[in-house]
DNA sequence: TATTGTTATACTCTATAACTATA
DNA sequence: TATAGTTATAGAGTATAACAATA
């Protein structure tokens, strides 16, 4: 039988250093941390990006999100634009330099995950994993759990 | 092709609503966050631990660890004992209101992973992702990676 | 000298809740 | 009234670096 709590364990000891190996990398050569990473990257990867969506994507909540879109912000790397849509809220994308701290960023990004993730693993493995997390991520976003009250 | 930042990202949004709905549970029964059960979980399962060991299992600095440690000992779950071999440290141990604690809030932890991690999967998928994260986690540690310098 | 751990300091990040503006 | 977002406050958690004690 497998022993669910020893595959939690595996999971967010691995992704723990994962997450700071990727931060090593992204800080040495870009100046960034995974987490700015990964924000860049969801706001670069859709046209509308607001406060509330990216505070559904992390899992954080709204406040925080704001406070993060902030730095960003004064970092130059993103803007908030008028949501024509909607005068409550703003459009978040990033700037010239955003996207060109992405496109350099990028290449380190998928090469230090083809070192941590892909290259341990079979193909068959690996495509397995990528199923597996897929129908785990659905189910629990599905579910609407593990989401903060704010 | 398996898109491996897409893994990545399905394995982090999974992992995070997943660290976080065993955190309600445990602290709406239990009083803990998800963190606190695993520092007490790691000491329980260990004849002889010290500061240095859980830094090195869950990987963050021996200063964090330090801190977390005193805020365990507050709580009262745990006490650092004189180590025997080596006068410079403790052997940090579960208080008797410690292993309670632990023994109410296993039943509820493990639960809640068999719905979001167990019960979304055939039996052979999660033997499959059992055996696959263990792969992952054994060659980030043999590698000494993503570990903070302190 | 090297190892083990503690502590002081500063900073990031987050939650909570009160608030403003718009729908 | 409800929704979208911002901000003030407080607290947890972490890194860094200086420190003490022991090996």
Same mark, same amino acid.
């Given at each position: 039988?497998?022993?669910?709590?020893?595959? #939690?364990?595996?999971?967010?000891?691995?992704?723990?250093?994962?997450?700071?190996?990727?931060?090593?990398?992204?800080?040495?050569? !870009?100046?960034?941390?995974?987490?700015? #990473?990964? #924000?860049?990257?969801?706001?670069?990867?859709?046209?509308?990006?607001?406060?509330?969506? &990216?505070? !559904?994507?992390?899992?954080?909540?709204?406040?925080?999100?704001?406070?993060?879109?902030?730095? %960003?912000?004064?970092?130059?790397?993103?803007?908030?634009?008028?949501? *024509?849509?909607?005068?409550?809220?703003?459009?978040?994308? %990033? =700037?010239?330099?955003?996207?060109? &701290?992405?496109?350099?960023? =990028?290449? =380190? #990004?998928?090469?230090? %995950?083809?070192?941590?993730?892909?290259? *341990?693993?079979?193909?068959?493995?690996?495509?397995? &994993?990528?199923?597996?997390?897929?129908? &785990?991520?659905?189910?629990?976003?599905?579910?609407?759990?593990?989401?903060?009250?704010?």
């Amino acid at each position: 039988m497998v022993d669910v709590a020893q595959v #939690f364990a595996d999971l967010v000891r691995y992704e723990t250093r994962l997450y700071n190996v990727l931060g090593e990398r992204l800080r040495a050569e !870009h100046g960034l941390t995974t987490a700015q #990473f990964e #924000f860049l990257r969801i706001i670069g990867g859709r046209d509308n990006c607001r406060v509330n969506d &990216l505070a !559904h994507e992390v899992a954080i909540t709204v406040g925080a999100t704001s406070k993060a879109v902030d730095r %960003l912000e004064a970092a130059g790397w993103v803007s908030r634009r008028p949501n *024509p849509e909607n005068r409550r809220s703003s459009l978040i994308v %990033l =700037t010239d330099e955003g996207r060109r &701290l992405m496109d350099a960023a =990028t290449p =380190t #990004f998928e090469n230090e %995950l083809r070192i941590w993730l892909a290259d *341990p693993l079979t193909g068959r493995s690996l495509e397995q &994993l990528a199923g597996t997390v897929a129908v &785990l991520r659905r189910t629990v976003e599905a579910a609407r759990v593990g989401m903060p009250t704010g």
